[in-house]
Structures are given as structure tokens and as C-alpha cells.
């Protein structure tokens, strides 16, 4: 072995090593605490009327919180990319807010606009829509924090294929929907469906900006990740384990599609 | 369907795109827009095609104006350079696409695109992705393409500039086959003088955003408007005020008062062409195209003296040319009679 080649062994035992204590070591030992005495502890906690209940309003976020960061998503990206505009940075920054601002502050701007004497809450409240401690509030925080990615996926493929395969359709008859529909969007799918990927993690596992807006009720407004948290605080570990390695469960799956989209890609 | 542009003017920022433009393109011909980078040459394309807006001016395609209309409904063929295919369609949903958008029936689909691959040379390739071809059988794949839905006109942007040497010869001679088969009225882009004499029946020299002068391959280089398009159409060397082609130069043995005193530098052998480079009293290098009998008879060696007599020299600032012989041409003299595309720049 020369010493370019222990170097390289080197480096790969380190990066192996700091993965494997600050990332795979909780996650084991996540599993084995929720296991250690068998399935149904876990198993009982999750299926109880609150987790489940937790269980599906997470995934009703994510099914309507993801579509519509996708379709924006994706209309943001022709915007900034195809149509050249001065104002074009400002909306590339905006863009980033979520990524920059923590989830809790998001939390906290949302309830200064629908929360009492908010800018938005005396015609809410004439309507008759309640939208703090309630579903459209935890979905409204989700959408707000996970706006960036779809975007951030985008953009760069559709930079890279130009505009060239656009005119050609132009040139062959094809109206701005159609050129959209057949040609661009069968383009940049892969860039989208990897956004939509990181979009639904984000989602899945969001806690901060929903915890202020939810008002954590069990069984009416509380998320997977919240109920993890309150069941935490009182001391029924199986319940938080459990729901702790659902969570998991689902991002692993979430992330296990996003490999199968990269070799997709790649093909 | 005759294409004329008239006063067509274009500018990307501070830069002058086009500048008063005008051609005349007739009905079936096959036009060549011809000059170098920058010149311009591809923006009036896509102006035709309606892929660029003009400032000034208007397009007309078969007598009416579609300065206005949308390119999608302009019914121009267009061939970029790098292809432009769809990569995610197969060989037949690329060239089936035009045809599919006009809501064409799947049979009428089928017949026609396997009538055009054929046409294109690729028969048998329908089910191949655009990635598993080669850059000359994606180019006829693309042309295939724009041809399908029938269009008025032809428009090809640089369509073999991305391919090599070889394969750009044979395309050349094959676009122009193609082109007395259809006789759609085409017009297409280049800066290579030979690719544009061998394909084309008209040409149109471009340089900054001007038209040159337009005519045929033999106006152009026999009858050269101006300094430009001698030396951008065909090989040239500078005596003084005039230009005088390498093979226009004969070198003679015996001084008389049409020569000019040279010494040969260097003597190259191109096969049947000899090519001798020559420095003049002055200082001036020029170079001479001789044929291999005509060297041989005169026995030239580097490093003797040598007497030039130009024949043919031009001059283009009014200056009379330094040899009698010399068929001088004044600013603009296109032979109107012989010239099917006229310029008015």
C-alpha cells in the first residue's frame, strides 16, 4: 500500500467513523430503546386514538403542503430563470428566507398575521375561518418553511437545458402551454421530483414553526413530530419512541426515493 | 415562398445586432447567410423565424407580413446547431412532434414520419433516444424534424458547425440534394465561405451587423463589393492600396515594368498546389499560388529574387488598381441581372 492509498483509507475511516457516532449511533440506539421491550409497547402507544390521529395529520400536511410548494415551486423557477426581470434577485432572496430564518420566528411572524388583533384575523373571524390551532395554520407553517426547495432543485436544471429544445417546439407549432407541458417540464422532472423529495423530509419532520402555531392539542393539532415531543415530556418513553422511529421510518423511505430518482437520473 | 426582410434593425443592449438590413430571398432558392462571428447572420435567422423581436423593420413570408405573428404560427423549419432534440422522445416522437401538436391521426403520424426518416437516412432508428445517435444522424433526425409539418420556409442556424470535418462534407452535399428533391425555399447560416459556395445558389456576406454584398458564389469572388468581402470570400494578399488573389500573382523570370522586384522566402509543396511566400522591397509579404508544373518550369529556389506581375488586383477607394489588367470593381457592383438575391444595406 502506497501513501496516497493509506491517505485515502485514512480519510475514508474518518468520514466513515464521524457518521457513523454523530449520525447512525442515535439512530440505533433510537431503535433499540423503542424494541427493547418487544413491538407492542410502541405499537399500542402509536395506535392509540392521539397517535394516530398525529400520525394522519402529518401526512394530510404533507399531501397538501407538498403540491403546492411544488406547483410555485416550479412557476418560480420559470420566472426567475426564463424571464429575465431586475426584480429577479429579490425574489431569489426571498426564496432562501425559510432557509435562513429559524422555523420558530416563522412561527411567531405567522401568528402576528392571523393570531388576535393580527393583520388578517378581524375578516378571518367574520368568515368564520379559524386558522391558528387548527389544520390550515399547521399546513400554513409547513408551506412557509419548506418553500425553498422545490426552487432550489429546479432552477440549475433548467439553466442547463436552455432554451434551445423551447424554440425548437415553438418553431414546430406548439403555443407556450403545450411547449410547457410536452417539452420543458418532461426536461426538468428529475430536478423537480428531487425537490418534491426534500420538500415532503421537511414536512414530514417540521416541528418548530408548527409548534407555535398548533397550540400542541392532542388528538385535534398536534403532528407526529409534536406528539413525539409532549409524550416525551410526560414520560411515556414507549409512546415517543415509537413515534419517534415512525418518523424515521417515513424520511427513510423518503430519502430511499430520492437514491432510486439519482440513479434514475443518472441512467 | 419568397422571404424579404426590409430595414430590419436589432440591438442586444449597446450592441448593434442588425443594422438596416434588407434581403431578397426568391421563391425555392437555397440562400446562405455568410460572415463572421458576431456579424449578425444568425439573428436575422431567428428574426425570420420570429424567435428574435426586431426594433425596425419587417419580415415578409410569401408576400404578407408576419413581423407580427408568433413564431409558432409562422411555419418555418428551424435547425439549431446543437440539435435542439427533445431528449426524452425517441427519433420518431421528435420527428412526429410538429405533427402531433397539429392533432394529426396515428396512422397519418406513422406514414409520414417513416417517409421522412427514410428521406433523412435513418430508417430503422424510429426507437432510438437522441443520446444513442451520432451528431450527424442527430442534426438529420432534427431536419427530419422540420421538415414534417410541411413549412413554408427552411431555416438552418450553423447546422453543421457542431460536427466534424468529414461528416460535414458529406451532410453539405446531401443538404443540397435534399434541397433540389423539396425545393422548399431555404435559407441557411455559416462561417465558412466553402461550406456556403458549395451548398448555396445565392449568398449573403454579413459583417457588423450589415449586409456586404449578396450575389452568387462567382459575383462574390470575382466581383467583390469591398475590402471585406474579398478577403472574407477567398484567400487574399495586399499590395498598397489593392488586393490581388494568391493565384492571381505570376512570378516571371525577366523584369519589365508591370513586375515588382520579391524574394522568395519560403517554397511550401500543398501536393498539386505550391505555395511560395514572397517579401517585397518594402518589407510586404505576400504569397503566390502556383501549380507543381508551373513551379517546376520555373525553377524557383528559396532565397532567389523573383519578379510579381499581379494580374486582376482590386482596389475599393477609388484608387486606380496598380495593374491595367487588373478588372477593378467600383463600391456595390453586383450584376443586378445575374444576381437572384439583391441587398439594398
Same mark, same amino acid.
Given at each position: 500500500?502506497?501513501?496516497?492509498?493509506?491517505?485515502?483509507?485514512?480519510?475514508?475511516?474518518?468520514?466513515?467513523?464521524?457518521?457513523?457516532?454523530?449520525?447512525?449511533?442515535?439512530?440505533?440506539?433510537?431503535?433499540?430503546?423503542?424494541?427493547?421491550?418487544?413491538?407492542?409497547?410502541?405499537?399500542?402507544?402509536?395506535?392509540?386514538?392521539?397517535?394516530?390521529?398525529?400520525?394522519?395529520?402529518?401526512?394530510? $400536511?404533507?399531501?397538501?403542503?407538498?403540491?403546492?410548494?411544488?406547483?410555485?415551486?416550479?412557476?418560480?423557477?420559470?420566472?426567475?430563470?426564463?424571464?429575465?426581470? +431586475?426584480?429577479?434577485?429579490?425574489?431569489?432572496?426571498?426564496?432562501?428566507?425559510?432557509?435562513?430564518?429559524?422555523?420558530?420566528?416563522?412561527?411567531?411572524?405567522?401568528?402576528?398575521?392571523?393570531?388576535?388583533?393580527?393583520?388578517?384575523?378581524?375578516?378571518?373571524?367574520?368568515?368564520?375561518?379559524?386558522?391558528?390551532?387548527? $389544520?390550515?395554520?399547521?399546513?400554513?407553517?409547513?408551506?412557509?418553511?419548506?418553500?425553498?426547495?422545490?426552487?432550489?432543485? $429546479?432552477?440549475?436544471?433548467?439553466?442547463?437545458?436552455?432554451?434551445?429544445?423551447?424554440?425548437?417546439?415553438?418553431?414546430?407549432?406548439?403555443?407556450?402551454?403545450?411547449?410547457?407541458?410536452?417539452?420543458?417540464?418532461?426536461?426538468?422532472?428529475?430536478?423537480?421530483?428531487?425537490?418534491?423529495?426534500?420538500? $415532503?423530509?421537511?414536512?414530514?419532520?417540521?416541528?418548530?414553526?408548527?409548534?407555535?402555531?398548533?397550540?400542541?392539542?392532542?388528538?385535534?393539532?398536534?403532528?407526529?413530530?409534536?406528539?413525539?415531543?409532549?409524550?416525551?415530556?410526560?414520560?411515556?418513553?414507549?409512546?415517543?419512541?415509537?413515534?419517534?422511529?415512525?418518523?424515521?421510518?417515513?424520511?427513510?423511505?423518503?430519502?430511499?426515493?430520492?437514491?432510486?430518482?439519482?440513479? +434514475?437520473?443518472?441512467? | 415562398?419568397?422571404?424579404?426582410?426590409?430595414?430590419? &434593425?436589432?440591438?442586444?443592449?449597446?450592441?448593434?445586432?442588425?443594422?438596416?438590413?434588407?434581403?431578397?430571398?426568391?421563391?425555392?432558392?437555397? *440562400?446562405?447567410?455568410?460572415?463572421?462571428?458576431?456579424?449578425?447572420?444568425?439573428?436575422?435567422?431567428?428574426?425570420?423565424?420570429? %424567435?428574435?423581436?426586431?426594433?425596425?423593420?419587417?419580415?415578409?413570408?410569401? &408576400?404578407?407580413?408576419?413581423?407580427? *405573428?408568433?413564431?409558432?404560427?409562422?411555419?418555418?423549419?428551424?435547425?439549431?446547431?446543437?440539435?435542439?432534440?427533445?431528449?426524452?422522445?425517441?427519433?420518431?416522437?421528435?420527428?412526429?412532434f410538429g405533427l402531433k401538436i397539429r392533432k394529426w391521426k396515428k396512422d397519418a403520424i406513422r406514414t409520414r414520419v417513416d417517409e421522412l426518416l427514410n428521406l433523412v437516412q435513418l430508417p430503422g432508428l424510429a426507437d432510438r433516444y437522441p443520446s444513442q445517435l451520432s451528431g450527424g444522424q442527430r442534426q438529420r433526425m432534427a431536419l427530419a424534424r422540420a421538415l414534417a409539418v410541411q413549412p413554408q420556409v427552411l431555416l438552418l442556424d450553423e447546422p453543421f458547425g457542431a460536427l466534424d470535418a468529414k461528416v460535414r462534407k458529406d451532410l453539405r452535399t446531401w443538404l443540397r440534394n435534399l434541397h433540389e428533391e423539396m425545393n422548399v425555399t431555404t435559407i441557411f447560416v455559416t462561417h465558412d465561405q466553402e461550406e456556403a459556395m458549395d451548398v448555396a445558389g445565392q449568398l449573403v456576406v454579413m459583417n457588423q451587423g450589415r449586409v456586404e454584398q449578396s450575389g452568387s458564389a462567382d459575383d462574390l469572388y470575382?466581383?467583390?463589393? /469591398?475590402?471585406?468581402?474579398?478577403?472574407?470570400?477567398?484567400?487574399? /494578399?495586399?499590395?498598397?492600396?489593392?488586393?490581388? #488573389?494568391?493565384?492571381?500573382?505570376?512570378?516571371?523570370?525577366?523584369?519589365?515594368?508591370?513586375?515588382?522586384?520579391?524574394?522568395?522566402?519560403?517554397?511550401?509543396? %500543398? &501536393?498539386?498546389?505550391?505555395?511560395?511566400?514572397?517579401?517585397?522591397?518594402? &518589407?510586404?509579404?505576400?504569397?503566390?499560388?502556383?501549380?507543381?508544373?508551373?513551379?517546376? #518550369? %520555373?525553377?524557383?529556389?528559396?532565397?532567389?529574387?523573383?519578379?510579381?506581375?499581379?494580374?486582376?488586383?482590386?482596389?475599393?477607394?477609388?484608387?486606380?488598381?496598380? /495593374?491595367? #489588367?487588373?478588372?477593378? *470593381?467600383?463600391?456595390?457592383?453586383?450584376?443586378?441581372?445575374?444576381?437572384?438575391?439583391?441587398?439594398?444595406?
Amino acid at each position: 500500500m502506497n501513501s496516497s492509498a493509506t491517505g485515502r483509507w485514512g480519510l475514508r475511516f474518518l468520514g466513515l467513523g464521524y457518521i457513523a457516532v454523530l449520525l447512525i449511533a442515535p439512530l440505533i440506539l433510537l431503535f433499540y430503546k423503542t424494541f427493547e421491550e418487544g413491538l407492542a409497547p410502541p405499537f399500542e402507544a402509536i395506535t392509540s386514538g392521539d397517535g394516530l390521529h398525529a400520525l394522519k395529520l402529518t401526512l394530510l $400536511t404533507v399531501v397538501i403542503a407538498v403540491p403546492i410548494n411544488t406547483v410555485f415551486g416550479v412557476i418560480c423557477s420559470l420566472l426567475l430563470v426564463r424571464h429575465k426581470w +431586475k426584480g429577479n434577485w429579490l425574489i431569489d432572496a426571498a426564496i432562501n428566507l425559510p432557509f435562513a430564518i429559524s422555523p420558530v420566528v416563522i412561527g411567531l411572524s405567522l401568528f402576528l398575521l392571523y393570531g388576535k388583533n393580527g393583520w388578517f384575523e378581524p375578516g378571518l373571524a367574520e368568515a368564520g375561518i379559524k386558522i391558528l390551532f387548527s $389544520t390550515p395554520g399547521i399546513v400554513l407553517a409547513c408551506v412557509f418553511v419548506s418553500v425553498p426547495f422545490v426552487v432550489r432543485e $429546479t432552477v440549475p436544471v433548467l439553466q442547463e437545458i436552455g432554451t434551445e429544445q423551447e424554440q425548437a417546439a415553438e418553431t414546430l407549432g406548439a403555443n407556450a402551454w403545450q411547449t410547457f407541458w410536452r417539452v420543458t417540464l418532461p426536461a426538468i422532472r428529475w430536478g423537480v421530483a428531487y425537490g418534491v423529495v426534500l420538500c $415532503t423530509a421537511r414536512v414530514l419532520g417540521e416541528f418548530g414553526a408548527v409548534s407555535v402555531v398548533s397550540g400542541n392539542i392532542s388528538g385535534e393539532t398536534q403532528t407526529l413530530p409534536l406528539f413525539v415531543e409532549k409524550n416525551y415530556e410526560n414520560f411515556n418513553l414507549p409512546g415517543a419512541f415509537g413515534a419517534a422511529v415512525l418518523l424515521a421510518l417515513l424520511a427513510l423511505v423518503v430519502l430511499m426515493a430520492m437514491n432510486l430518482l439519482k440513479r +434514475k437520473e443518472a441512467a | 415562398m419568397g422571404i424579404s426582410v426590409e430595414g430590419a &434593425g436589432k440591438s442586444f443592449g449597446d450592441f448593434q445586432a442588425l443594422d438596416d438590413v434588407s434581403i431578397e430571398v426568391p421563391d425555392g432558392s437555397l *440562400t446562405a447567410l455568410l460572415g463572421p462571428s458576431g456579424s449578425g447572420k444568425s439573428t436575422l435567422l431567428r428574426a425570420i423565424a420570429g %424567435l428574435e423581436t426586431l426594433d425596425t423593420g419587417r419580415v415578409t413570408i410569401d &408576400g404578407a407580413d408576419v413581423s407580427k *405573428t408568433p413564431t409558432q404560427k409562422r411555419e418555418v423549419g428551424f435547425v439549431f446547431q446543437h440539435y435542439a432534440a427533445f431528449k426524452h422522445m425517441t427519433v420518431y416522437e421528435n420527428v412526429g412532434f410538429g405533427l402531433k401538436i397539429r392533432k394529426w391521426k396515428k396512422d397519418a403520424i406513422r406514414t409520414r414520419v417513416d417517409e421522412l426518416l427514410n428521406l433523412v437516412q435513418l430508417p430503422g432508428l424510429a426507437d432510438r433516444y437522441p443520446s444513442q445517435l451520432s451528431g450527424g444522424q442527430r442534426q438529420r433526425m432534427a431536419l427530419a424534424r422540420a421538415l414534417a409539418v410541411q413549412p413554408q420556409v427552411l431555416l438552418l442556424d450553423e447546422p453543421f458547425g457542431a460536427l466534424d470535418a468529414k461528416v460535414r462534407k458529406d451532410l453539405r452535399t446531401w443538404l443540397r440534394n435534399l434541397h433540389e428533391e423539396m425545393n422548399v425555399t431555404t435559407i441557411f447560416v455559416t462561417h465558412d465561405q466553402e461550406e456556403a459556395m458549395d451548398v448555396a445558389g445565392q449568398l449573403v456576406v454579413m459583417n457588423q451587423g450589415r449586409v456586404e454584398q449578396s450575389g452568387s458564389a462567382d459575383d462574390l469572388y470575382d466581383k467583390p463589393a /469591398n475590402e471585406f468581402v474579398m478577403s472574407f470570400v477567398g484567400e487574399v /494578399n495586399r499590395l498598397g492600396d489593392s488586393y490581388v #488573389r494568391p493565384h492571381d500573382i505570376e512570378i516571371v523570370r525577366d523584369r519589365d515594368e508591370k513586375t515588382e522586384e520579391a524574394m522568395v522566402q519560403r517554397i511550401v509543396a %500543398l &501536393g498539386f498546389e505550391i505555395r511560395v511566400e514572397l517579401v517585397l522591397g518594402d &518589407g510586404t509579404e505576400v504569397w503566390a499560388q502556383l501549380t507543381r508544373s508551373e513551379a517546376q #518550369r %520555373l525553377e524557383l529556389q528559396e532565397g532567389q529574387i523573383a519578379y510579381l506581375r499581379p494580374v486582376h488586383a482590386k482596389s475599393f477607394n477609388g484608387s486606380p488598381p496598380s /495593374n491595367p #489588367r487588373g478588372a477593378s *470593381t467600383p463600391h456595390g457592383s453586383t450584376d443586378g441581372d445575374d444576381a437572384e438575391v439583391s441587398a439594398a444595406a
